[in-house]
């Protein structure tokens, strides 16, 4: 059961995600039935499935919203932004019922909504009725001491079979509940030629002895008891069955045609007097004699009914399997376990190259082959698509934007693009942040748009779409822009920048994302907590992304974020600097030239010309080893570095490689260099390089030569 | 010959534990997201009973009854609704639509089991 209760927790979550995409979309057109009719199912939904898995309170509460949806949906109650803002409300609240079901204070809160609910309904012309909680009505069985006869009549309307109703099943669940002799009523039939099959002609009388209550029998009608004739009446308190001769006895008085319940009453209390006189215990074989003709009278008219089985076929059975949900903890399993088939790949590959065996070497290209059709579906498995967190920021967006008065609206195009899960969840954080800093910082108040020719509304634009192995998520604004003077100042009043140095605006934007910068002269308790630009800078770059800001004063401001798919295996170029194995990440590879080691040493201030480019470059034999005797000929590569084109010189290239990161410890000295590590084929051990940083570290590192 | 159950209801924890329940009892499960899901899903299977919730996305539980009383091979057969109403006016007009008989949410193993019977043997 507990694992249903998650499965339960998992689609409530679901649902309360919808219901908060689906407010935020009726806000906008109270009018919108099928949104309305969308949030009643939601809150039934809940209601009826909360209480299938425990969650009663919830179940309860959520029966609450549902009323009062179904009032909005039938226009007794007029939908508002009150109405839809306090359903928000509820719907964290569910949330937090989800978690604990009954903690008191939360039953509190919940009564509060309750009342607030009921004042809603009052106020409108309804009964309330619907509120009175629902009882579930569990007919306990009242303990008895012995079995009482009943007489049972039932009469089914001739349309019985229209509703797939076989009221055969109905008089076999009587006859479940202890002895019985059943007659089969077939007055009602016509001449065989004016036999409709699709009509039921037939009725039943029944004399049951059993231990159940008349509630019990009248329960076994319940869903023909509007239409048909039943008639259930006490024939005997007493167990007549028990009394010898008493079932000959009654069923002859029940198959005599003319037979009625007055007739078999008055046979039932004679027998009733003969019990009380002689009280004697029958034995037993003569009273399973008596239950073998029951049986015999009920296979008799089950036989008439029983309509031939036309459908006993054995055609195999489609099994319906849509979509699976998995948990997590599996999937990332599943992805570790790739990561080691990738290793063990490598090696096979490597172990190929040296025994230089044809066989072996088609086999593991094979092999390598599955592995990665193998590795592609499982990350595919790990991506879900950026909308389950863009809900969060419609909602975010609109709170904000009411809580300071400004009218804000977010666009959000290529929802649909996917990212691995963990990315996703990373991100959520960051998003929100450059969210806050748009609509606090960026988007200008309605007075203020309209003095300046912009529509009152401010719009946000969140734009995902895929870029190569990388994903690019811009989120714009059509706001204030950022203001470069007041930049410049601030950093200059924190000592981040010195009087005179000349920047570029790409550099002043740049400053906003270092630790501690805040232009808001007024510290709001939106933006200046102190969480500032420079945490969603850190979260991006663990991610292995990349963030910019670009702005354009009365225009607005972009921020852009670069991202990688997925963070655990990157293909990359394996290369040697100083016989020792490091990675390049593909991703960032532009381009790879052969170049003479004469032409590298004789460059000036680390710049060569390559058919007719200029390239500054990084030499990492010599940063590694200044005293490398270095190769004749040297590979050059040409990467990306933000939005510049930089070389690498390595010593040797030897292949396209997928690696699969490792996290390196804090040991490695130089660890700020590289993403992480990776196993080779032969069990040496690469270093992955982060290229942004090891150019970074090394121009640095040249500068301060300089001076 | 195990009975097959056409389990619709577009809450999924529900059709996953009425499907483990019944499937655990020796039925046969096929499954719906909603009423036109599960109008697709009569194609020609043998199917002995529907288990239906009543309010569903796309299509409800009344016309999913509708349509397969109206038309075609499994016009007669038991159809069951869940439902969380206990009003009367809305049972008559399931019942009205064709529906066999209904169980309230929430129910157990037990209830679930006792139901059927009264429709399927």
Redesign the interface.
Known sequence: MEDFRKLFYDEARDLLSKLEETLLLLEDNFENKELINEVFRIMHSLKGSGAMFGFLNLSKFTHNLETLYDEIRSDTITLNSEIITFTMQCGDHVSKLLENDDDDELLKVTDDFKTYINNLLKNSDTISHQLVEDKSKHSEIPTKSGNKVFYIEFDPCEDIFNDGTNPLYLVDELIDFGEAIVKLNYNNLPDFYDINPEKCYLSWTILLSTNKDKRDISDVFIFVEDESNIVIEVLSDKDLFSLKNSVSILKHELFNNHTNFINLKTEAITLEEQLSETDIIIPIDQKSEDKEENKTTVESTKKELTKPDNQAVTNPQPINIDTVKVSSLKLDSLINLVSELVTTQARLITIAHTNKSNELSVLSEDFQHLTRQFRDIAFDMRLIPIETIVVKFKRLVRDLSKSLGKKVNLVAVGTETELDKNIISALSDPIMHIIRNAIDHGIEIPETRKKNNKPETGTIYFDAKYSGTSIIIHIKDDGAGINTAKVLKKALANDLIQLGDDLTNEQIFNLLMLPGFSTSEVVTNISGRGVGMDVVRKKILDLHGEVSITSEEGIGTSVKLKLPLTLSIIDGLLVTINSESFIIPLSSVVQIYQVNEKKIRNSVNNIIDIEGVQFPFVNLPKKFDNSSASNQVLHFITVSYHNKTVGLVVNELISEYQAVLKPIGSIQQNNELFAGATILGDGKIAFVMDTNKVIDFYSNQKNEEHE | ?NK?ILIVD?????R??IG?FLSDSGF?I???NDGQDAID?LDG??IDLIIS?L???IMNGIELIKNV?GTGNYR????LL?T?E??KEKK?EA?KA?????L????DKQQLLGVI?????
């Open positions: 010959m097959t577009d809450s999924y924890s529900i996953e534990s483990f046969i096929i499954k719906a899903k299977t043998k919730d309010h569903m996305p009383r007669r057969i038991p159809i869940l969380t206990t009003l008559l019942k064709g529906a066999t008989g209904w309230n949410k929430p129910f019977k009264k429709v399927l043997r």
